[in-house]
């Protein structure tokens, strides 16, 4: 059975830092393209960033401040986020799928998800 468990969101202060982590487990093949998205109260979901065995994407709002990992032999994804600010408060998604996205940061690309954390970032 296909599952994905983040963990790691919580309540910090803006400029603070929070480390996600994304468990993968149940998938067949190991070439896994893992994301984090996001959504906001009101707002629609959102890319934040990708990476499978090619390349890392990110998101114009995540760029120099988050930093997305993963450890293949684990098939666990990390996103480091730094500098957080108060827009960045959202419940966290990670989503899963095999091979490469046509666009990484594009939901309808993926077919797995988990549950999600909860972020929150106070001023």
């Known amino acids: 059975q296909v599952k994905l468990e983040e963990s790691g969101g919580g309540s910090v202060q803006a400029g603070g830092s929070l480390r996600l982590s994304c468990a993968a487990s149940g998938f067949l093949y190991s070439n896994l393209t893992l994301a984090w998205f996001r959504q906001a109260p009101g707002k629609e979901r959102e890319g934040v960033a990708s990476?499978?065995?090619?390349?890392?994407t990110y998101a114009d709002s995540a760029k120099a401040r988050f930093t997305i990992s993963k450890d293949n032999a684990e098939n666990i994804a990390y996103l480091q986020m730094n500098s957080l600010e108060t827009e960045d408060t959202a419940m966290y998604y990670c989503?899963?799928?095999?091979?490469?996205?046509?666009?990484?940061?594009?939901?309808?690309?993926?077919?797995?998800w988990g549950q999600g954390t909860q972020v929150t970032v106070s001023s």
């Open positions: 990476i499978n065995n090619i390349e890392t």
């Open positions: 989503a899963a799928r095999h091979g490469i996205a046509i666009d990484p940061l594009d939901e309808e690309d993926y077919n797995n």
